[in-house]
């Protein structure tokens, strides 16, 4: 038995990276396994509908734990076929490192070759990160400006309260001494 250094979930590799996608594929499937109930068929329903949405499985490991879900709830009366969606399969191009097999055309016939490829969403980030900059710089300057107006200002806060009650007092007791000297000399005065 010749076995192959990219292997993963009993299927062979051509590549590591395509292992590596197989092996993040079996670490989900076991938490799937753990965490949901896979004896109840509306769980497995809505378990299976949303990882066929979201296209999760890219890889032979993944196409048979989808495979395995949907034969369940093919297997349950209370589940029609109809509202069992297909499982979807991303077509990929593997060729052996180094190696590419060519087969002899045969006569007459012509061959057509159906290439898929990832459709890749070119986002320009610059509008966003412009954006973000100018609302970060208006958000600093806002928080700057409060601190100036709590430092300058005359009211009372938290920051000089200490201060303005001390200097109040001060100011009470400044002009209580000074009625208390006028009513003093008004006394001397009448005597």
Known sequence: MIRTPYE???FAFPNEAMMEKAIREEEGIRYIKESADLNNSQIIYEVYCQMVRQKIFETPVGYTFLHELQESLKADSSISLRDIPAVPVRAFKTEPSGEKRE???EAGKVKTKVVYKKAVKNVDYKPWFRTSVTISIILLGIVIGMFAVTAT????NIVNYENALIEKYENWETQLLEREERLKERENALR
Request: aromatic share 0%; hydrophobic share 20%; charged share 20%.
């Open 8 to 10: 993963a979930g009993g």
């Open 103 to 105: 087969k002899p055309k």
């Open 153 to 156: 200002s005359g009211n009372i």
